[in-house]
């Protein structure tokens, strides 16, 4: 068994951190190229189907300064789990959506899960990295999320094509 050291350990979870916020911007690129797809096949008006992506932003922007102070009272680990939990469990949600407003309302539970996760992943790495490496980390942290959010409408090419 392979034990991470003290001296990594903040490296790997800047990693692990910047592929959670990754995550939530490759969700927020990749519905918007299947768009017409899902309208079609789930019998959405155009104005329903523009509702997939507005909910999720909607709920992450409304609820990331509360899961922020949360995080904050309940410890960052716990609700991190929880987080993680809840955005997977509505992503399912999401893929087995049967109608529109059932996908509406999985993709507003995911805009909870992605408020929660986000917030407490920048306050992770903030916590991890002193003072004279923060600004380098959360460069890094930040590119790893614009990676993700770049290549989201081709991973969303990708699924709807095939």
Same mark, same amino acid.
């Given at each position: 068994?392979?034990?991470?050291?003290?001296?990594?350990?903040?490296?790997?979870?800047?990693?692990?951190?910047?592929?959670?916020?990754?995550?939530?911007?490759?969700?927020?690129?990749?519905?918007?190229?299947?768009?017409?797809?899902? @309208?079609?096949?789930?019998?959405? #008006?155009?104005?329903? #189907?523009?509702?997939?992506?507005?909910?999720?932003? $909607?709920?992450?922007?409304? +609820?990331?300064?509360? #899961?922020?102070?949360?995080?904050?009272?309940? %410890?960052?680990?716990? $609700?991190?789990?929880?987080?993680?939990?809840?955005?997977?469990?509505? #992503?399912?949600?999401? %893929?087995?959506?049967? *109608?529109?407003?059932? +996908?509406? =309302? =999985?993709?507003?539970? @995911?805009?909870?899960?992605? =408020?929660?996760?986000?917030?407490? *992943?920048?306050?992770?790495?903030?916590? =991890?990295?002193?003072?004279? @490496?923060?600004?380098?980390?959360?460069?890094?942290?930040?590119?790893? %999320?614009?990676?993700?959010?770049?290549?989201?409408?081709?991973?969303?090419?990708? $699924?709807?094509?095939?």
């Amino acid at each position: 068994m392979t034990v991470i050291g003290e001296a990594s350990r903040k490296w790997w979870l800047l990693g692990a951190m910047g592929t959670v916020l990754g995550v939530i911007l490759l969700d927020e690129t990749v519905v918007g190229v299947a768009l017409p797809d899902i @309208q079609a096949d789930l019998v959405m #008006s155009e104005v329903a #189907s523009h509702w997939v992506v507005n909910v999720y932003m $909607l709920v992450l922007a409304g +609820l990331a300064a509360a #899961s922020g102070k949360l995080g904050d009272i309940v %410890g960052h680990r716990i $609700l991190m789990t929880i987080g993680l939990a809840i955005f997977g469990l509505a #992503s399912l949600g999401c %893929g087995f959506a049967e *109608s529109g407003a059932w +996908l509406i =309302a =999985a993709r507003g539970v @995911q805009g909870v899960g992605a =408020a929660v996760i986000f917030t407490v *992943s920048l306050a992770m790495v903030t916590i =991890a990295f002193p003072g004279n @490496q923060r600004g380098m980390a959360l460069g890094v942290y930040g590119a790893i %999320g614009t990676v993700f959010l770049a290549i989201g409408p081709l991973v969303g090419g990708f $699924l709807t094509d095939f």
